[in-house]
């Protein structure tokens, strides 16, 4: 039901990049990120980290974790804005607070300086509609 979860997360300079692999170990506890470097426009390194997740069991478990650790309000959040979420690809994109997640909290955000998450929905045929549907399958609380 879900062919892959992709995250990325930056880490700036002021950043410990330790904690923010914690951060990604709390959502994504098997995932070894990969690692990428960039410079932001005043020349300043800023590490990208980043992992494809395809194994069906570990989707499957992060589907579930998201079942049971998002708190009602941010099932709320993402019932009502499910099809703004969704593209036409099937992708559902989510963002989670960095240092919540630090603090092993499952929290959602609209800010940048996030954990990027993408799910991209197993449907047939490929479209928005079939992937929502599919969604409803896959998250209790829709």
Known sequence: MIHNISYRTFVYGTEDEGKVNEAINFLFPT?????T???????????????K???K????????????NLSYEDKEIIKNELSRRMDE????????DKQE??????KLTYSGDAIHVRIKIASFPVSKENAI??????????
């Open 89 to 96: 690809q099937g992708n559902l994109f989510l963002r989670f």
């Open 57 to 68: 069991r570990t989707t499957r478990d992060i589907a579930q974790f998201l079942n049971d």
């Open 133 to 142: 549907k599919v969604s409803h399958k896959i998250f209790n609380f829709l």
């Open 101 to 106: 997640a630090f603090d092993e909290k499952l």
């Open 31 to 35: 995932s070894l990120p990969e690692k």
């Open 37 to 51: 470097i960039t410079k932001d426009h005043f020349d300043n390194d800023i590490l990208i980290l980043s992992d």
């Open 53 to 55: 997740i395809s194994k």
